[in-house]
Nanobody
Framework: HVQLVESGGGSVQQGGSLNVSCTAS????????????MGWFRETPGKVREGVAM????????HYADSVKGRFTISQDKAKKTVYLQMDRLKPEDTAMYYC???????????????????WGQGTQVTVS
């Protein structure tokens, strides 16, 4: 079955950068990572899970939450089946558990709706002080 594994979280000072990655495995023919929506979400205690960014692995579109536009960049390495989230100019309010998610069935809901995604990673903590 499809699995997502995040890595690269950590602690950084305000204004710093982190790059988190999400590697997918378990795709069996005919299911592939091609033409799938891969999203990054973040969650903090007491707050609703927030969609941060999404990339369509077949190319465009790419989406970002307003709160991270201009600071975060989502990208992919198809050969490595990995999606990255480069986070620059980090702020304390970016502190959260970051989750990678995959819509492997082509759900038509908006990218920032977490119900769109049927596969989730275990999360990686990002702390900005």
């Amino acid at each position: 079955h499809v699995q997502l594994v995040e890595s690269g979280g950590g602690s950084v000072q305000q204004g710093g950068s982190l790059n988190v990655s999400c590697t997918a495995s378990g795709f069996t023919s005919p299911l592939t990572l091609e033409n799938k929506c891969m999203g990054w979400f973040r969650e903090t205690p007491g707050k609703v899970r927030e969609g941060v960014a999404m990339i369509y692995t077949g190319g465009r579109p790419i989406h970002y939450a307003d709160s991270v536009k201009g600071r975060f960049t989502i990208s992919q390495d198809k050969a490595k089946k990995t999606v990255y989230l480069q986070m620059d100019r980090l702020k304390p309010e970016d502190t959260a558990m970051y989750y990678c998610a995959c819509d492997s069935i082509g759900d038509g809901r908006i990218w920032s709706n977490d119900e769109k995604y049927n596969v989730w990673g275990q999360g990686t903590q990002v702390t900005v002080s």
